[in-house]
Each structure stands twice: as structure tokens, then as C-alpha cells.
């Protein structure tokens, strides 16, 4: 088994708290990655931005792979996540920015 790197992170307790998020549209140019985590909410006229992330497209890669092997794990463990169930609420990919 691989030894992972460990880094310790500097957390502030206001960005502890986390942002709730159900919609992400991810854009890119040939330089970046940007994804929109927005929250949409019933009786809202639109999704409003809670946070925006912006990514090389190496780290893009490393973030979908970490992705990949984390819900693998948490299907392992937990359950199968069913995207038939109902219809995504919108994970967007709007292409090249």
C-alpha cells in the first residue's frame, strides 16, 4: 500500500461550517477549470453562487480521480448511489468557457 502524503491544514472555523450546494456548473478554458457551487432552492427565481472554485487542469484531474475513489469507497461501505431514482438536480458541464 502506498504511504498518502499527509498535509495539515489551516481550517477557519467559518470555513468549517461548509457551504450547502446542489447545483455545480463547471466551465474551462485551456488554462482552468471553474466550478460554480450554487444552491437552488424552491420559491428562489435563481440559483444563487455560494462559492467558486477554480483549478488547473491537473488538479481538475487529481480532484475527479479523488472523486472516483471516494464514492467507490462510499458504496463499499454505505450503498449504491442510484441516479435513477430521480433526476439530477444539476451538475452542469457548460464546456469551454
Known amino acids: ?3 498518502q502524503n499527509h498535509i495539515e491544514l489551516d481550517l477557519d472555523k467559518e470555513v468549517a461550517q461548509g457551504q450547502y ?3 455545480a456548473v463547471i466551465t474551462h478554458s485551456v488554462s482552468e477549470f471553474i466550478i460554480d457551487f450554487a444552491e437552488m432552492l424552491p420559491g428562489l427565481p435563481k440559483p444563487k453562487v455560494v462559492s467558486r472554485i ?3 487542469p491537473e488538479h481538475a484531474k487529481r480532484l ?3 472523486l472516483q475513489e471516494n ?3 462510499y458504496e463499499a461501505n454505505v ?3 442510484d441516479l435513477s431514482l430521480r433526476q439530477p438536480l444539476g451538475y452542469k458541464n457548460l464546456g469551454e468557457a
Request: net charge positive.
Open 21 to 23: 450546494s446542489n447545483l
Open 71 to 73: 464514492v467507490g469507497r
Open 64 to 66: 475527479l480521480l479523488s
Open 1 to 3: 500500500m502506498a504511504e
Open 79 to 81: 450503498s449504491k448511489i
Open 54 to 56: 477554480i483549478l488547473t
